[in-house]
């Protein structure tokens, strides 16, 4: 069936192609993986090294091999009964240079052009300078100085006969009707404008047809020399070179449909959705027919020709209508069935969508997707392995040796109030006047003006407690009232009494009233509006001040700053853990289950190891007090009371060096420590341009960047500061084994809980990866061959030598030949969950599947080290209480070992005295 029993993420780029991949289906069937789940691999920008940045969804990526080479590598997973997922990116496309040529139609022709309606633009927005142009905000500086400085210049394609704008990389074509005006600067070409001003002046088709005809005159006279000359003299009256040149070049700018601007504008003045703050990747309007059509129809041939057996949906909450576009997609896809070949898997498609989760909120049933990808559970599962007794002390901590005694939840709010003023402007501004629109719909509220909406959508904004809603035609949902109603209320503590009355204007208007209830259809229209631009602006906002800033402000425990977490709930009790599973086995049981994606902050092992200092605060308090105070003569002194590394920065950085420290590092090797430093420090500089407090992405400060590199360089130094280096190992020792122990738990809770264990490429190993792009390295596949071939020979799985082997890969390939084996038990069987008795309780997390007769335990080690570690023969009493009486257990981990049981209790003794992890068939 198309429906995978375990998926591994694959990150194409030109180091990896779909050929490369030829040479790991064997590794990863001999894994016990079921499908290959690739990242993009339709046309992307030359040289992407992720795929997100589709310009030509019509083909595969030529720099991945192409079409061809992606049906070598889908041959090559038949043959060993295997399945492709594919990554497909719906909502935008890579824009900015030469190479997507359905946008530059758009420059070319404006409004005319057949794809104008494809992106996401608004061609009447506020500004008159704006008004049917699209803001282009690609200059590297202001545009007075580039056009002095000769950095936009007017060019001739002698293969495409048609004039353009050049920039640096970027390439911007001449508007038609401007042609006249660049060609009637030399005599001997006047002659062929007649013909560009009467196609100017025709209909669209006809206005192509005669361009078409003029570019290859123009080509045509390129090839003679006199031609030539005359073109060459053309442009010479636009060179930049002269006042006189500069003014032409000015004027015949202003003439076309787009505007040019500086880069850093765009936060202000965007007039088109971006995906997030990234002006290089425009917003397209799938819910539209022709383009969901023309975007997906490489994807649908795919499918119908057997290469693809699903797809995971990128950024589902950035459309205007995601519900309505997965069932669409659910549809197309389904109804193409019956043109799959006969011999790939049947059934209905596997569909999953990136969707962050926030608390209690859940994927809708009626979306017609079997799941996500897989945040949450990440974040479920690492909460888990997290001591809640360790919350308050390392809050402690961190108020005391950051100076900041603000909330996870404040710094979120101070990051959202933040970005509205400085990164999202211009899309505030949007809804904004979309919301003035709706106020003068009705007489009641016509005199309601522009600012007090501002003031009164910010704070509803800054309040907003999940990435979206899903309010459409006929109003809100449940589950969207509730959200509306927790932002509005959060929202009225902070907005002044005048302005009270408006708060439940927006709420009205942002879904509160039914928009198919109102009957004047462009007021509806005007409503609809709004609510899309509030529902695709508050992702985004989510995501950015969240993700992308919070996290990097916030440092109680780096371990729980992760994609899908939330940091202000320190850690899950088990119960909570079972209840999620629950839900999940009942709704969505074949979701995606992920602990390490290409998105994620730190790879699962570094969280897994972090999560061990919730059960040794004091001790982890003490070091870091010790570190700060010694080491503040090495911070660099900026003046005015500014230091580098600031002291959030600092402490933050004692936790990641620890954390993702390689366990072959050892103290006296200085080159290994200056290459470790180097990794640490591309986090470090995109830790703090990404919090936006010292430096940023917009604003370098080069002497806080700098001082902070070298603060780096001296702590790593391990000749000028061994002690520290010392200090380092031994907490990087005491860590290991109890890190080890939280990172096979989390395997194996993925690989058995309800749903699809996903595996990220090269995680089978252990992953002390930091974020991308150090998460996003070649993987060294003949490591992990090798390492495989050795495990085949080891028959009982032996966690104890986590030092000289990776125990991690033999636990996956066991239990996912397990799922091979028994897929009814997986896919279908119940899952129950199982109570401990006894001392050691609550360090301990386990449950039952059970399917028509078949019976597996899953037992796996919480809080490893203020509880019993393997070969501890700490577990005493504990027993875990059975539904029934199991005389004997086979040992799925080792080879003919049998575990022997007394009645309805399974002491933990006999199935976690030797390691952490235990799976158990009855029988």
């Known amino acids: 069936m198309s429906i995978p029993r375990a998926t591994a993420r694959l990150q194409f780029n030109s180091d990896f192609t779909l050929t490369d991949a030829l040479e790991v289906v064997d590794y990863y069937a001999d894994m016990g993986v079921s499908h290959i789940y690739a990242s993009p691999l339709l046309g992307a920008r030359k040289g992407s090294t992720h795929g997100y940045d589709i310009v030509d969804p019509t083909r595969v990526n030529p720099e991945l091999g192409g079409e061809p080479a992606l049906k070598a590598l889908v041959a090559k997973l038949r043959q060993r009964g295997m399945g492709l997922l594919l990554d497909i990116v719906p909502n935008h496309m890579g824009v900015g240079g030469p190479e997507n040529p359905w946008w530059l139609d758009v420059l070319e022709w404006g409004r005319q052009s057949v794809y104008a309606h494809w992106f996401d ?65 030399v005599p001997a070409l006047r002659t062929m404008t007649a013909g560009l001003e009467a196609g100017a002046a025709a209909d669209d088709q006809a206005a192509q047809r005669s361009h078409a005809a003029a570019c290859a005159a123009l080509r045509e006279l390129w090839q003679k020399p006199e031609g030539r000359a005359a073109l060459e003299q053309a442009l010479a009256q636009f060179s ?189 501004d949007s809804l904004v006047r979309a919301l003035h629109a709706v106020a003068r719909t009705e007489l009641a509220t016509r005199d309601v003006a522009a600012a007090p909406i501002r003031r009164v959508l910010v704070e509803l904004l800054v309040a907003f407690p999940a990435y979206r809603t899903y309010v459409h035609e006929a109003g809100r949902e449940p589950e969207d009232q509730a959200l509306l109603e927790r932002a509005l209320n959060e929202a009225r503590t902070r907005v002044r009494t005048a302005d009270q009355p408006l708060l439940a204007l927006l709420a009205r208007w942002l879904g509160g009233e039914t928009p198919s209830s109102i009957a004047d259809p462009a007021a509806r229209a005007e409503r609809l509006a709004a609510i899309t631009r509030f529902q695709q602006l508050t992702p985004p906002l989510a995501a950015k001040s969240v993700e992308d800033t919070a996290f990097y402000r916030y440092g109680r425990l780096l371990s729980r700053n992760e994609v899908g977490g939330d940091p202000g709930r320190f850690a899950l009790p088990a119960a909570a853990f079972h209840q999620a599973n629950l839900q999940r086995l009942r709704d969505f049981p074949h979701t995606l289950l992920a602990t390490a994606t290409h998105d994620h902050k730190r790879g699962e092992d570094v969280r897994a190891r972090l ?73 470090q500089e995109k830790a703090w341009r990404e919090a936006k407090r010292q430096t940023s992405w ?61 595996l990220y490429q090269g995680a089978e190993f252990w992953d002390l990866s930091l974020v991308d792009p150090d998460n996003r390295r070649l ?54 969950p199982l109570q401990a008795r006894g001392a050691k309780a609550d360090h301990v997390v386990a449950f039952l599947r059970r399917h028509q007769g078949r019976t597996l335990l899953v037992a796996a080690l919480r809080l490893p080290a203020s509880g019993p570690q393997p070969g501890s023969d700490a577990w005493g009493d504990t027993v875990l209480e059975l539904p029934q009486a199991v005389a004997q257990w086979r040992d799925v981990l080792s080879a003919d070992h049998l575990v022997q049981a007394d009645g309805d209790t399974l002491p933990l003794a006999l199935v976690l005295g030797e390691r952490p992890v235990a799976v158990l068939m009855a029988g």
């Open 121 to 185: 633009i608004n061609w009447n927005a506020a500004d008159p300078a704006l008004t049917g142009k699209i803001l282009l905000p690609f200059l590297g500086a202001p545009y007075g100085e580039a056009l002095e400085n000769g950095q936009i210049a007017l060019r001739f394609d002698d293969a495409t006969g048609g004039f353009w704008f050049s920039h640096h990389a970027e390439r911007f074509p001449l508007a038609p009707s401007t042609y006249a005006q660049v060609l009637t600067a």
């Open 240 to 428: 930049a070179d002269s006042p006189e040149g500069r003014q032409r070049l000015h004027g015949l700018l202003e003439q076309q449909h787009y505007r040019l601007t500086w880069w850093r504008n765009a936060a202000e003045e965007i007039n088109w959705r971006r995906f997030f703050e990234v002006s290089e990747l425009a917003g397209v309007r799938v819910e539209a027919d022709d383009v969901f059509d023309a975007t997906h129809a490489c994807i649908f041939r795919l499918y119908a020709e057997g290469v693809i057996d699903g797809v995971r949906v990128d950024h589902v909450d950035g459309l205007a209508l995601p519900a309505q576009y997965c069932r669409k997609l659910r549809e197309r896809l389904q109804a193409l069935n019956g043109q799959r070949p006969a011999d790939v898997p049947g059934g209905e498609p596997y569909i999953v969508i990136e969707k962050i989760l926030t608390g209690d909120e859940t994927v809708r049933t009626g979306w017609k997707v079997h799941g996500t990808t897989g945040y949450e559970f990440m974040d479920q599962v690492s909460a888990l392995l997290h001591d809640p007794a360790g919350a308050e002390p390392l809050q402690h901590l961190w108020f005391e040796v950051s100076g900041d005694s603000r909330s996870f939840d404040a710094h979120v709010q101070a990051a959202r109030r933040q970005l509205l003023a400085e990164n999202f402007v211009g899309e505030i």
């Open 611 to 683: 999560a061990v200092l919730s059960e040794l605060p004091q001790a982890w308090a003490e070091s870091v007090r010790k570190w700060m105070a010694e080491h503040q003569p090495l911070r660099i002194d900026l003046g005015g009371g500014q230091f580098a590394p600031s002291a959030p920065d600092q402490a933050m950085l004692y936790q990641m060096i620890v954390g993702a420290w390689p366990l072959e590092l050892a103290p006296e090797d200085h080159d290994g420590l200056k290459a470790y430093a180097e990794r640490v420090a591309v986090w």
């Open 698 to 758: 917009v604003t370098p400060n080069a002497a806080y960047e700098d001082g902070c590199r070298a603060f780096l360089m001296h702590l790593m130094d391990g000749g000028r500061c061994a002690p520290f280096i010392a200090d380092l190992r031994t907490w990087v020792d005491r860590l290991a084994l109890p890190g080890i122990c939280n990172s096979l738990t989390q395997t194996v809770l993925r690989l058995a809980s309800p749903g699809v264990p996903d």
């Open 779 to 832: 993987v060294n596949y003949d490591a992990r061959r090798a390492a495989l071939a050795a495990s085949e020979h080891q028959p009982d799985f032996d966690p104890m030598l986590w030092q000289s082997m990776q125990v991690k890969q033999p636990l996956i390939q066991r239990v996912l030949k397990l799922r091979a084996a028994e897929p009814a038990l997986f896919d279908e069987g119940d899952y129950v």
